[in-house]
């Protein structure tokens, strides 16, 4: 016979101001089964708290319903309570009469009714509800940064730093992502290499970190502190373990004309490269692509020849390697919209309309004018600039509709630096508002336009073109009731659109994480889990996620990190034991389980598997499905498809969810039907 | 083309001169408004206090003689509302004083601001005859300038038997000293 404990939260007024608690104490009370029901202004205080522990001993309760806010707020509070009061933790339910009833209703009889209904409902599960135990699964304590741009090197070494292994892998030859390539860095105008090269090198020389560098994951399954990693490592074409960097085939390489990525298509680089002087690993690879031998069947073959090491070797192939992960951190970066879609700004068109990212590489000592801004179509010194923002962005017609939000911030430098180089040159800024939230930001915009004479529009371009060999670029000022402005200038700088980076879509739903509209990956919650994805064990980090800066970006590494550290801390790890299992029972059926697998296809977890019973003689006898406790998440998709119910769930099981329907059948809503 | 540039580089741009003259720095406002929402005169004004400041930013000559043109630089009062609210402390009041003698150097000064004007030179007249304010002076060099020779006359009566109209002038004792600062003043204006 049961013995359940009903306890009334009046949440201050936020249910006693709607629901009348003390009736409905009185009402539970004379419900079957129910032993002791009881009122309480703060249940989730300590006395409220005390009181549930006292009565479980004093009246002997064997289940508990706590009728108050969601079980989102507090359920760990109640279950912890009845705990330490001696009965199973699994025994204890919540009734949400806040979100549920006294926040949506007025203050109404109907109202305590339907409070009453959701106490009653509650108690019939208690009811049937089975003491369990928690889940435990060991931790692999090796974590996979995937990128390694700002945010995945401080992601990894904060987390090698805590004592954990870390494997890093980098699609591209060298790690260092985008902040390699600018110039100088906002607010502080430090130079960006100078603070980034010292970190680049210590994730190479760091003992716990394992880096692999063009390199692609190309699965990942598993679950929170069992994952596996396979990761195709593709081939450099030249042994690292032998190469001394000298430099030699690249000198000697006749494939001069391709595209420079690192300087945003600006310069050229040789088929076999390294893509910085700081690069790090700073030992080349070949790039098969462009690479005569490759492209016209084993002709050219110069690089071995000038190699004095022998380290060049052709046959090398991809590799595909497995390694087991506890924790994986998401840094894969971010991309540049480019601006075709825009033609009337004519980029691709006019050489000298460029993007803020190919300035970047203008303004750098390492770029391809050794930090001189010179013009791309004739290497003149630009004496009239203009910078436009939100090239792309906040335009949801033909770009994006957010704010990448780093634009108002480089474009301020950019103007800053160019004033810097070109004392008598003339920088505009056409933008439409200034976003300079951050530390020293506002300060930043104001130096640029107040002690380097930036003069700042207000106003979008509607459109550039060429004339008598300068770009006319052709907006209003908005600040003087739409006044027209022209401006003859020798160079644009188009401060385009972060979008998430291509194929990022295919990597999300390669770790079973979520992604947004803009296949930006997405947060457990937009602030109270800002690290975390909805897949546990999966972390992000940096601009993955959305447009960000650099101190952004080394904050949420470091966050993810603690997260990484945190998961790591513990040699077990415990969870919820609300999951799925298949039926089992005796001979000659051994399951109801037919063995038709629909449960196996629309598992999203891929927690379901085909298992085979065998008889002493190991004869197969029947094969049914078995679901794996580490990755069953409890959603109970597999339950509702079921067609022979032989999948149940612990906690929200069939005779639980029934009896909850039942208890909804009283005199009164027979009446209504 | 190239002839063009130079001209265009040593045209005194009036920002500039703003501030060679004020010391105001007409780059510290980010235009939020707050001047002109406070202004008592912003109704009469052809162009609003926060205009004229972006106009001068954008250095463009077109915009810089609108401003000396316009009608509002001389209906500022110099209450120094929009000084003491604006949140870049830019000292409009001193700027607009500027741009009133900018104004007249350059022969700019709006058709509806001559009787300002006007009143502004008799007023100093005044000054520099007597060292204060002499009403009756300052009316008749209003009136012979303006030739509003019968404006406001039936008050006169009340204003002379409530004492308020003199006669004759008083006068400072140092004499030496105001035509001292008269002719600094005219002398600074010189090297302009």
Known sequence: MSRIGVFICHCGENIGGTVDCEKVAETAAKYPGVAYSVDYKYMCSDPGQNMIKDAIKEHKLTGVVVAACSPRMHEPTFRKAVSEAGINPFLCEMANLREHCSWVHLKDDSTTEKAEELVKVLVEKVKRNQPLEPIKVPVTKTALVLGGGIAGIQAALDIANSGHKVIMIEKSPSIGGHMSQLSETFPTLDCSQCILTPRMVEVAQHPNITLYTYAELVGLDGFIGNFQASIKLKAKSIDHDICNGCGDCIAKCPIKKIPDEFNAGLGTRTAVYVPFPQAVPNKPVIDRENCTYFTRDGKCGLCAKVCTKGAIDYSQKDEIITIDVGAVVVATGFDIKGTDFFPEYGYGRYKDVITGLQFERLASASGPTLGEIKRPSDGKVPQNIVFIACAGSRDPAKGIEYCSKICCMYTAKHAMLYKHKVHQGKASVFYMDIRAGGKMYEEFVRRAIEEDDVNYIRGRVSRIYEKNGKLIVKGVDTLLDAYPVEIEADMVVLATAGIANEGSEELAQSLHISYDQHNFFAEAHPKLKPVETNTAGIMLAGACQSPKDIPDSVSQASGAAVKVAALFSKDELTRDPLIAYVNRCGPPTYSTCVGCFLCVSVCPYLAIEKEQIKDRNGNLIKEVAKINPGLCQGCGTCVALCRSKSIDIYGYSHSQVFAEVMALFNERSLENV | ?192
Not at chain 2, 30 to 41: E, F, T
Not at chain 2, 101 to 113: H, Q
Request: proline fraction near 5%.
């Open chain 2, 1 to 192: 083309m190239h002839d063009q540039n130079i001209v265009e580089a040593l045209r005194p741009v009036l920002k500039h001169k703003v501030k060679e003259n004020t010391e105001e720095d007409i780059m510290l406002c980010y235009q939020c408004g707050k001047c002109s929402a406070g202004c008592p005169l912003i109704d009469e004004m052809d162009i609003a206090p926060n205009q004229i400041l972006r106009m001068l930013q954008t250095e463009i000559p077109e915009l810089e003689e609108k401003v000396l043109k316009s009608l509002a630089i001389w209906l500022c009062l110099a209450c120094e509302q929009c000084y003491s609210r604006c949140p870049k402390d830019v000292d409009l009041p001193k700027i607009m004083d500027y741009l009133r003698a900018e104004s007249i150097r350059r022969d700019l000064v709006n058709p509806k601001a001559k009787e300002i004007l006007a009143f502004h030179k008799s007023f100093l007249d005044s000054v520099r005859l007597t060292g204060k304010l002499y009403e009756i002076g300052l009316i008749a060099g209003y009136k012979m300038r303006t030739m509003h020779l019968l404006q406001d006359v039936n008050v006169a009566p009340t204003m002379y038997f409530n004492g308020k109209l003199n006669l004759f002038p008083s006068q400072v004792k140092n004499k030496k000293a105001i035509k001292r600062i008269f002719e600094k003043a005219l002398r600074e204006e010189e090297n302009k």
